[in-house]
């Protein structure tokens, strides 16, 4: 059974920076984390869970929710199945609980929503 483990979150002040990273363990059956397009998703207060950047398995497919564009960075290392997330003058809006998990469809104008294995998530918490 696959693993995901997030961590990187913590608490800053608007316009700070955070980096998250997710590491996937126990692939099975022959898969890898190579074969899966990987995602962050974040879920607010009150909110429903939001896909906010996805790439696919080797990073020539990259998506950003229009609220991030600029501002967020997604990148893998399929060596060590780590998925990665830097996000640059962070704003109140940008606080939750932000998890990794495969998107049924990542391309560079879409992602849908997660499947397969998630993980606990890591909280951001940006205050003015």
């Not at 962070?90 to 391309?107: F, H, I, N, Q, T």
Request: hydrophobic share 30%.
């Amino acid at each position: 059974q696959v693993q995901v483990v997030e961590s990187g979150g913590g608490s800053v002040l608007a316009g700070g920076s955070l980096r998250l990273s997710c590491t996937a363990s126990g692939f099975e059956d022959g898969l890898s984390f190579s074969n899966y397009a990987m995602g962050w998703f974040r879920q607010g207060p009150g909110s429903e869970r939001e896909g906010v950047s996805c790439i696919n398995w080797n990073g020539d497919h990259i998506y950003y929710v229009e609220s991030v564009k600029g501002r967020f960075t997604i990148s893998r290392d399929n060596a060590k199945n780590t998925l990665y997330l830097q996000m640059n003058n962070l704003k109140p809006e940008d606080s939750g609980m932000y998890y990794c998990a495969p998107p049924y469809v990542c391309v560079s104008t879409n992602m849908g929503r997660a499947f397969g294995f998630w993980g606990h998530g890591t909280q951001v918490t940006v205050s003015q």
